[in-house]
Each structure stands twice: as C-alpha cells, then as structure tokens.
C-alpha cells in the first residue's frame, strides 16, 4: 500500500507478507523484484 502525503512530501509504502507466504528464497526473488521496480520508476 502506497501512502501518498501530499506536495512536496515523499510517499510511505507498508507491504506485509504472512510468513507462511514467503521463504527464504522467494523472499529474496521479490525484494529483486521490487527494487527493480522502484529504480524504475525513480
């Protein structure tokens, strides 16, 4: 979830995963692939 706090201000994003969700690997495949979306988008 991306929290938006207005002009001039930088966003928050809270991003929660259950651990029965993730394990050691595919954890490390989504941090991959959230940074490469967020250099993206920089």
Do not use: K, N, Q
């Amino acid at each position: 979830m991306l929290f938006r706090r207005g002009a001039g201000r930088s966003g928050r994003f809270l991003w929660t995963i259950h651990h029965l969700a993730v394990d050691g690997i595919s954890w490390r495949v989504l941090l991959e692939d959230l940074l490469t979306t967020y250099r993206a988008l920089a």
